[in-house]
Nanobody, 128 residues
Framework: VQLQASGGGLVQAGGSLRLSCAAS????????MGWFRQAPGKEREFVAA????????YYADSVKGRFTISRDNAKRTVTLQMISLKPEDTAVYYCAADRLSNFVGSSATVRPSTYDYWGQGTLVTVSS
């Protein structure tokens, strides 16, 4: 599967952004999906994940209550709605696909190595 992330940009603190990830291929519904981010000089970190059907979601503590992950299997897209953005949310955001896991929320969910396919990233900059 090929992934294309979009929707990044510059926003003031407290603002909102909506990231989208479009997938190619007819097997999108067989992948759990995740969002990760990487700030300059830092390691890639987990943000959110959603199971194949969308019935199970999982969030990093740092974004819980502010970010919402969702998916539309018919359109082969996964979305990350971000509100109340903070300067520390500034990073390149990546979507990723996991072939094997259905449940999200285990220790494997937050590991980048769990995911088989990655999009190219979209930059989110939050100004103070």
């Amino acid at each position: 599967v090929q992934l294309q992330a979009s929707g990044g940009g510059l926003v003031q603190a407290g603002g909102s952004l909506r990231l989208s990830c479009a997938a190619s291929g007819r097997t999108f519904s067989t992948y759990s999906m995740g969002w990760f981010r990487q700030a300059p000089g830092k390691e890639r970190e987990f943000v959110a994940a959603i199971s194949r059907s969308g019935g199970n979601t999982y969030y990093a503590d740092s974004v819980k209550g502010r970010f919402t992950i969702s998916r539309d299997n018919a359109k082969r897209t996964v979305t990350l709605q971000m509100i109340s953005l903070k300067p520390e949310d500034t990073a390149v955001y990546y979507c990723a696909a996991d072939r094997l896991s259905n449940f999200v929320g285990s220790s494997a969910t937050v590991r980048p190595s769990t995911y088989d396919y990655w999009g190219q990233g979209t930059l989110v900059t939050v100004s103070s």
